[in-house]
């Protein structure tokens, strides 16, 4: 197989991260703690009420509780996290596989709208490498899911490809397409930074639902008739479009393992993300687990490099 792909071992961590901010659609404020894993935790959400731990959900698709305008996973009690996109991108886009996320709230911190905060954060205390192989799902056969005009496909590829097309009515966003072979890198300097955004129609209808109660010019890219009511405007050219990528590389991620395969989605979002895993997972003869060559064990943080990866007996 092609050595594309980056990392044969298993990350977490360095140091525990600790963070704060507010709640996009709740408004509430929010403590997250990100606290290294041993290798084969996978991301795992530890939910706490009053400084106890009382629900741990995997983020995996199998979890998804609802899809409206961001992803909520939850256990079978009705314990709820909401909005965990930004989060799983950083990771899943920076190559982190194990983590234990502590909160305190039914909704991760919208930050600045993007994943730019908790990507800092982890660059700030560094990734270590665990001794286990990383494990992947990798695909095997082409699947595929639409829905009113919208839909998504995952192909087999030796690495993981996302191709991602919008197509807004609004003169502001209209059509808009990027391709990447997805890698830190990329993710770091060309997705992290793309924010959130909406339409100010669109607002007191969200309002009056209880949604976006916590969203504001600081952490929204907001679309006015004619312009961006930002006063620093945007962040990237098709800033639009690269956000639907972070969200995708986020709900991808709840495959529960990187993926190896190939993504395009046209007019996607949420749900149409959450179709195509449940359209892979679907069938077992769709996919398989795949895992990198053994290698020497190191307790330090290191750059990961490219791979060679292997399918698991």
């Given at each position: ?75 079978g ?18 190559s982190i ?21 908790f ?44 191709d ?17 072979e ?54 990237y ?14 709900d ?17 979002g ?21 895992q ?22």
């Open positions: 197989m092609s050595n594309r792909f980056i990392g044969a071992r298993q990350t977490t961590l360095a140091r525990e991260i600790q963070l704060t901010g507010t709640g996009v659609h709740s408004g509430a404020p929010v403590s997250l703690t990100l606290h290294p894993a041993e290798a084969d935790t996978g991301l795992r959400f530890l939910v706490t009420k009053r400084g106890k731990v009382i629900s741990e959900i995997a983020a995996h698709v199998a979890n998804v509780k609802n899809l409206t305008l961001c992803t909520v996973i939850g256990d009690a009705g314990t709820t996290v909401g909005t965990v996109e930004h989060l799983l991108a950083a990771l899943r886009g920076l596989d194990n983590l234990y996320i502590e909160i305190d709230s039914k909704e991760v911190p919208i930050m600045d709208g993007s994943s730019a905060v990507v800092d954060a982890i660059d700030r205390v560094g990734i270590r490498e665990l001794s286990e192989p990383r494990k992947y799902i990798k695909v095997l056969k082409p699947v595929r899911a639409e829905e009113n005009g919208c839909w998504g496909t995952l192909e087999p590829h030796a690495g993981f490809r996302m991602v097309e919008i197509d807004f009515s609004s003169p502001i966003i209209g059509n808009q397409r990027l391709q990447y997805m890698s830190p890198g990329i993710f770091r300097h060309e997705i992290s930074r793309a924010r959130t955004f909406g339409f100010m129609s669109d607002v007191e209808k969200l309002w009056k639902a209880g949604l976006a109660l916590g969203a504001d010019l600081t952490n929204t890219v907001a679309i006015g008739e004619d312009k961006i009511m930002n006063k620093e405007g945007l962040r050219p098709q800033e639009f479009v690269r956000h639907k990528m972070l969200d995708a590389v986020g991808l991620a709840l495959a529960g393992m990187p993926l190896l395969g190939a993504y395009r989605s046209y007019r996607g949420h749900r149409l993300n959450s179709m195509v895993l449940q359209a892979l997972f679907a069938d077992a003869s769709n996919w398989e687990i795949a990198a060559p053994r290698a020497r064990a190191t307790r330090s943080p290191v750059h990961l490099v490219p791979q060679t990866v292997v399918a698991a007996e």
